[in-house]
Each structure stands twice: as C-alpha cells, then as structure tokens.
C-alpha cells in the first residue's frame, strides 16, 4: 500500500486527501475479500460494492470504484496482474449533480452574521469572502500562504489540484477583509507556519473540520436553513458568475477544472438565463 500510495502522489499527482481516500477504499476492500490484488476476480469486486449498497450512495460507490480500478491499473503497470476486474463491472448510474446554491441575499446574510469585534470574526469574514470572492476549495484556503496573496495587484496565487497553479482575481470586498484580518492574525505556534493565511487560537493551520463548523454556525445565524458546506460558496461563486455574463471558458479556468464538462456541472445555470443569451447574441433575433 506505501507503494500504491507513493504511484499516486508522485505519479498521478493526487492530493493527500484523495491518496488517503483511494488507500483506504483498497485496504477495506482487500481486507473484506481476503485476497491479495494479484489474486482478486470480478465477482470479488462485485460481490464488495454490493456488500456497501446500503451504507454508501450511488456517487459514493462510483467513487469505490474508481479507487479500486486505479489499483488495479497500478498492478498492471507493476507487472502483478494482466487485467483489471473492474472493467466488467458496471458503474452505478448518476443522475446530474446538483449541489446547493446560494442566492446573493443568502451570502450577504451569512457575511453580515459574522461578529467582527472579536480577531476570530475578522478571520472568519476573510475565509467567506475568499471562499465566495475567489471560489477556493476549501483545502485551497487551509494551505493558502500570505505570500500568495497579492492585495495590491488584486490577485491570488493558488496551487491547486494536481499541484497546479492558477490565478484568481481578488475583489475589493475580499481584499479588505483579508487585510484586516492580517493586523489581528495570532503569532504562529512554530516557524513553519508563518507564511499559512489562516491560523487558529494556537496559531496553527486552520483544519477543514474547523471551516466547515464555522460557516455551519454562520449560516444558522444567518437563518439560512440550506444543507451548505464550504464547497457551496465554490458552486455558489461560479454560478453567480455565469447568472452575470461571464464567459463558460474564464470560469473554467478560475475554478482550475481541466474539463470543461465539470464546469457546466458546477454552473447549474436557470434556462432563462442561457434562453436570453443565445437570443441576445443570435444574429437571426431581431
């Protein structure tokens, strides 16, 4: 498995997070089937996915599979195996995925909830507004580096998926709320991290844990009752985006997607709105 784990962070460039997902889908699959990779057959990897039916939903069990036919592909590549028994097994069907969008009433509601007396209010008005202003994932944010910030220019500097970089423009609305968290930010707990944005009251990096409870309780106080997590300020930001005029391809290249069908996913965009921009720009619409 370290071998397994190091191919996708070296080679496949996966995150942590992901290498730790893929890992642990292996593990408990080999673990359940009582076989070794080079020995595993189809009806193993069938008989596995249908044993978590009812614990994990259809997106979940295609992720389950995706994890195990990485791992397969990887024993092919090593020479262990000459096939991979995840080729004969049908993926679950997904219906198109449609997380939950903010409206902009709703964002200004969940921004005005947050107390800014306190350097923990002033800290967590920064990370919505660089949630919602730049469209960060949430693991963006917990990594991202005051050096990576340039308020002056306007801009951000984020290392992405797959190590990738991107630029983001940084509004006015955020850029102000980044810098007075700056005059209020706690001394890190260790060198290490004195380059990390976002610190806790030890003056360690901020977890995702920790963000997702936060804006959990804001939205409460906002009295907004939508199941919303971090990434709906992602989905919330390109959606407004696209609602607004902006071009399918320059969202594509802020949200850092490399397809451009992921983009049209996160862009759950009213028919109207695409109704009245074909007929706008239409030369044959008078």
């Given at each position: 498995?370290?071998?397994?784990?190091?191919?996708?962070?070296?080679?496949?460039?996966?995150?942590?997070?992901?290498?730790?997902?893929?890992?642990?889908?292996?593990?408990?699959?080999?673990?359940?089937?009582?076989?070794?990779?080079?020995?595993?057959?189809?009806?193993?990897?069938?008989?596995?996915?249908?044993?978590?039916?009812?614990?994990?939903?259809?997106?979940?069990?295609?992720?389950?599979?995706?994890?195990?036919?990485?791992?397969?592909?990887?024993?092919?590549?090593?020479?262990?195996?000459?096939?991979?028994?995840?080729?004969?097994?049908?993926?679950?069907?997904?219906?198109?995925?449609?997380?939950?969008?903010?409206?902009?009433?709703?964002?200004?509601?969940?921004?005005?909830?947050?107390?800014?007396?306190?350097?923990?209010?002033?800290?967590?008005?920064?990370?919505?507004?660089?949630?919602?202003?730049?469209?960060?994932?949430?693991?963006?944010?917990?990594?991202?580096?005051?050096?990576?910030?340039?308020?002056?220019?306007?801009?951000?500097?984020?290392?992405?998926?797959?190590?990738?970089?991107?630029?983001?423009?940084?509004?006015?609305?955020?850029?102000?709320?980044?810098?007075?968290?700056?005059?209020?930010?706690?001394a890190p707990s260790a060198t290490e991290y004195?380059?990390?944005?976002?610190?806790?009251?030890?003056?360690?990096?901020?977890?995702?844990?920790?963000?997702?409870?936060?804006?959990?309780?804001?939205?409460?106080?906002?009295?907004?009752?939508?199941?919303?997590?971090?990434?709906?300020?992602?989905?919330?930001?390109?959606?407004?985006?696209?609602?607004?005029?902006?071009?399918?391809?320059?969202?594509?290249?802020?949200?850092?997607?490399?397809?451009?069908?992921?983009?049209?996913?996160?862009?759950?965009?009213?028919?109207?709105?695409?109704?009245?921009?074909?007929?706008?720009?239409?030369?044959?619409?008078?």
């Amino acid at each position: 498995m370290k071998r397994y784990a190091y191919y996708l962070k070296v080679e496949r460039q996966m995150s942590p997070n992901t290498v730790a997902a893929y890992c642990a889908d292996v593990s408990d699959f080999l673990d359940n089937s009582g076989k070794d990779g080079a020995s595993a057959d189809t009806s193993d990897v069938e008989d596995y996915v249908a044993s978590r039916s009812n614990d994990l939903s259809k997106r979940s069990q295609a992720r389950l599979l995706s994890s195990l036919r990485s791992y397969f592909d990887w024993l092919i590549l090593e020479g262990e195996r000459k096939d991979n028994p995840c080729d004969r097994v049908d993926t679950p069907k997904l219906g198109r995925y449609l997380p939950a969008v903010l409206s902009v009433e709703e964002v200004a509601a969940i921004m005005d909830s947050v107390d800014l007396r306190s350097w923990q209010g002033l800290r967590d008005r920064a990370i919505l507004e660089v949630l919602y202003g730049c469209g960060l994932r949430v693991s963006e944010v917990c990594c991202l580096l005051i050096s990576q910030v340039y308020l002056e220019e306007g801009f951000v500097r984020v290392i992405g998926k797959g190590n990738k970089e991107r630029l983001v423009p940084l509004g006015e609305m955020a850029a102000d709320a980044f810098s007075a968290w700056l005059e209020v930010r706690p001394a890190p707990s260790a060198t290490e991290y004195g380059d990390i944005a976002f610190l806790n009251r030890f003056g360690n990096p901020l977890s995702r844990v920790s963000i997702f409870n936060m804006i959990k309780k804001q939205s409460l106080l906002a009295g907004v009752r939508k199941e919303i997590s971090p990434h709906t300020f992602r989905h919330s930001f390109a959606t407004h985006l696209i609602e607004n005029g902006a071009d399918l391809r320059v969202v594509q290249e802020m949200l850092g997607h490399e397809s451009i069908l992921t983009t049209e996913i996160y862009t759950h965009i009213d028919s109207r709105t695409w109704q009245a921009a074909v007929l706008e720009h239409h030369p044959r619409n008078k």
